[in-house]
């Protein structure tokens, strides 16, 4: 019979193998859904089984510059303890050598291209949980491209529990990239610039700053003026050009990169696990249900 993509997804939900895998599977079982099975596990394939529900919010991220190009990426596991295993170092090294060859423009393009050994990204990672025993992810990448005038500020804090990669335009100081990086891995600013923050977001909060200003009991004729000076704190508070530069707090960073002669083109900063939902086991009720079922 023909093997369908939703028969695939379904088996690769099963067992956790690779879309290539599973495709061969129902192929060689003529679409018998439960031979299929067994036939990953006989192959060892489906050793990734059991592990698709599980949280993987540990990990790194890393970065990887070759000339004019970068590529900033998240790679998931379960535990810290797994994130330090060199065979889990070795694949985030071979995903990032990948994406920045391949530039894919997705996560799925990204899992579904084809590595140097044949193997889709997919496969290499499920075949690299086999080895391991965790889950791993993929998560997200980015991916820029500079001139020769430009340059390149890459930071990792911790090992790569956050990492920031920080293009500087119009200006080759390597150094100060780094330092901005640096100052964006530690204030955590949203925008690079005012102008790139939303009049909707602007207005949403000094709807709030002026109710807070009235709740206050402050008159209404100097509330507009005093919400205007808090909307410029909050600006510094959000806008990485308006923050107080790290590395000499009497230094705008704007005042920092224009001492540079360049500007700040972009950047991007990952934390490992940031917006996933980490399941908290409850160990002491985990004993206490093993000790009643006994």
């Known amino acids: 019979m023909a093997v369908t993509a939703q028969m695939v997804k379904e088996l690769r ?24 099975v067994d036939f990953l596990r006989e192959k060892g394939l489906s050793s990734a089984s059991k592990k698709a529900d599980r949280v993987a919010a540990e990990g790194v ?64 990672i499920s075949n ?22 430009d340059a390149f500020g890459a930071y990792l804090h911790m090992g790569g529990r956050i990492g920031v990669l920080v293009e500087l335009e119009g200006s080759t100081d390597e150094e100060a990239a780094r330092g901005v990086a640096m100052h964006v891995a530690a204030l955590n600013p949203k925008y690079v610039s005012r102008d790139q923050v939303s009049e909707e977001e602007v207005e949403r909060e000094r709807k709030v700053l002026t109710e807070q200003a009235l709740n206050e009991g402050k008159p209404e004729n100097i509330v507009a003026k005093m919400v205007e000076g808090r909307l410029g704190k909050y600006f510094e508070e959000i806008c990485l050009l308006d923050q107080a530069f790290v590395r000499n707090s009497d230094q705008k960073v704007r005042d920092f990169v224009q001492s540079t002669g360049g500007k700040i083109k972009g950047f991007v900063r990952y934390e490992v696990g ?14 206490m249900s093993q000790v009643n079922k006994g």
Request: glycine share 8%.
């Open 13 to 36: 939900g099963k067992t956790g193998a690779g879309m290539m895998d599973c495709k061969k599977a129902l192929v060689e079982t003529d679409g018998n859904m439960d031979a299929a």
């Open 61 to 124: 991220v890393s970065i990887l510059e070759r000339d004019n190009e970068a590529v900033i990426y998240e790679v998931n596991a379960e535990t810290d303890f797994v994130a330090k295993n060199e065979g889990f170092q070795t694949l985030v090294s071979e995903l990032g050598e990948h994406l920045l060859a391949t530039k894919p423009a997705t996560i799925e393009e990204a899992l579904a291209s084809e590595m140097d050994n044949g193997s889709t990204v997919d496969n290499h």
């Open 128 to 149: 690299a949980i086999a080895k391991i025993g965790e889950k791993i992810n993929l998560r997200r990448f980015v991916i820029l491209t500079k001139t020769d005038n």
């Open 274 to 287: 940031e917006g996933i939902e980490k399941r908290q086991d409850n160990f002491a009720e985990e004993v």
